[in-house]
């Protein structure tokens, strides 16, 4: 049987300038590319009359646009957080689709068999990185759209001693969104490549494939959940305290 190798922290390839640059992190460069090449490519073919396949881009785009502004009641605002949200869901899915390919998690190098793609949300600093920045687009619209002061209001309250209990749990869950973001992409990507691991080295030819499609189906929803739980964390933020 093949001995199964299963690491928590990325490995190092090399490093630029001093900055290590892990396999996870290559693995992740290469999901930027993907994503530049089809921006390139459906930037040239936007026509009067677009084919079927821009027809499916224009309404995926214009739907959620959509759905953005519904959700937050102001579509000046809704236009400029749509952006990054997109942003996310493409790199989350993009980035969970790539870790299935064959040869990520495979192709190694080095007398330590260092492998040289591996899933990039394996790694909980990737993870973590992508849920300070949701926090930081959050508390930013949050304190453009309310104000320094009455933003800051939801969270220190000295009226009255319930209103600062409140504020002082509204403050820790707001934290808190910094764990429950990368936890829960990193723990669904991770176990789902543990889980395929174990069972390629059991049974290697049969069950590996319906698990794979249920992980394309898992980067779809991941994706999908960390960006609606951004855009609905805004809407908790630009709403008026009460």
Avoid: C
């Avoid at 936007?46 to 959620?64: D, H, Q």
């Avoid at 579509?75 to 997109?86: C, Q």
């Avoid at 040289?116 to 959050?138: E, H, K, S, W």
């Avoid at 910094?178 to 069950?207: D, E, H, Q, T």
């Amino acid at each position: 049987m093949e001995k199964i190798s299963i690491h928590l922290a990325p490995s190092e390839l090399f490093t630029i300038w001093g900055f290590p640059v892990t396999n996870t992190l290559l693995t992740a460069w290469v999901a930027v590319v993907v994503i530049a090449v089809l921006a390139v490519l459906v930037r040239t073919h936007i026509k009067l009359v677009p084919n079927k396949a821009m027809v499916l881009v224009e309404s995926m785009v214009v739907e959620g646009l959509g759905y953005t502004e519904r959700t937050l009641e102001n579509a000046a605002l809704a236009r400029k957080i749509f952006p990054f949200l997109l942003s996310v869901f493409l790199f989350v899915l993009i980035g969970g689709l790539i870790g299935l390919l064959p040869g990520v998690g495979s192709i190694y190098t080095g007398e330590h068999h260092t492998y040289v793609f591996y899933p990039p949300y394996t790694d909980l600093n990737l993870t973590l990185g992508f849920a300070i920045l949701a926090f930081l687009l959050i508390e930013v619209v949050g304190i453009t759209t309310l104000g320094f002061w009455k933003y800051g209001g939801k969270f220190v309250n000295l009226r009255s001693p319930i209103g600062f209990v409140v504020g002082i749990i509204e403050l820790i869950s707001e934290v808190a969104r910094l764990i429950s973001f990368s936890f829960r992409l990193f723990g669904n990507i991770f176990a789902g490549k543990v889980l395929i691991l174990v069972v390629m080295a059991f049974v290697p030819y049969v069950i590996p494939v319906p698990l794979l499609l249920y992980e394309v189906l898992v980067a779809f929803i991941q994706a999908g959940i960390f960006a609606i739980l951004t855009l609905f964390f805004v809407k908790i933020a630009v709403t008026e305290p009460h």
